[in-house]
């Protein structure tokens, strides 16, 4: 049995404001809110803050972080290491997430270097992959995300996929409001986890993974009533305390 997991991205939004009212008022919604694992990614300079008013709301949310470097200490200006991260009390920290590898030209090499970095240090990698809006078109999506696993299991051994998050996100569905049909992401999801097992079937079947893109409290139901959706990455409607314990909600429900 694998317990979903939804974790909120706020991607570069917030403000002392902002992240002391939303987590206030996620420490209400999820007050008796069992069965699932609910974590947010704040910007790094928030996570401080976000970690305090956890703490004050009885830990009842994962604390998360949206990026790592591949060094712990050094001559290394403006990076953040891991190390830093979990003196903060962060455990799940997003790699390889499409804006990441659009934006910074992160590689598949380069964000399977940050999973191993994260297992080193005791962290849990949320692993983004999915296609484009071409590589969809020309029928690639399973391709595509098979070869962007296998550039963790070939460096690292299937194994290092064992209690890692694995965020399936078309990225033609991130932020556009055209999210992928239920029965589509399942088909993509089943895909993913009939590609791990070839190598693992024991390792595909803990896997937890998520799927994101244009999730919403009137659509995610939908994702977690199928068998290999455990969860989901949510970006714009995890700005919102109530949007994003309904979504919450709804995974504690569905599993
Ligand atoms: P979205 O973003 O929910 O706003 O589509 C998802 C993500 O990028 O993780």
Not at 17 to 44: I, K, Q, R, W, Y
């Amino acid at each position: 049995m694998r317990r979903p997991v939804v974790m909120g991205n706020w991607k570069l939004n917030g403000s002392k404001t902002m992240v002391t009212e939303l987590l206030t008022g996620l420490n209400e919604e999820l007050e008796g809110v069992t069965g699932v694992d609910v974590a947010v990614a704040p910007p790094a300079l928030y996570v401080d803050l976000a970690e305090r008013l956890i703490e004050a709301g009885g830990n009842k949310i994962i604390l998360g972080a949206q990026n790592t470097d591949l060094h712990n200490s050094g001559a290394y200006t403006g990076d953040m290491s891991a190390e830093m991260l979990k003196d903060f009390g962060a455990t799940h920290i997003i790699i390889g997430h499409s804006e990441r590898r659009e934006y910074h030209n992160e590689s598949d090499e380069f964000v399977a270097q940050k999973f191993a970095f994260l297992k080193k240090n005791g962290l849990k990698p949320v692993f983004c992959i999915g296609e484009s809006e071409a590589q969809n078109e020309a029928g690639e999506t399973e391709t595509v995300c098979a070869r962007q696993i296998d550039a963790v299991i070939n460096a690292h051994g299937v194994e290092a996929l064992n209690d890692a998050i694995i965020a399936y996100e078309p990225i033609w569905a991130i932020g556009t409001g055209k999210a992928a049909t239920a029965d589509d992401a399942q088909r993509i999801h089943a895909s993913i986890r009939a590609h791990i097992a070839k190598k693992d079937a024991a390792v595909a079947e803990q896997v937890i993974i998520q799927y994101g893109g244009s999730v919403k409290p009137e659509n995610a139901a939908s994702y977690f009533a199928q068998p290999d959706i455990d969860g989901a990455l949510v970006g714009g409607a995890s700005l919102d305390a109530k949007s994003f314990a309904a979504i919450a909600k709804a995974a504690a429900e569905a599993k």
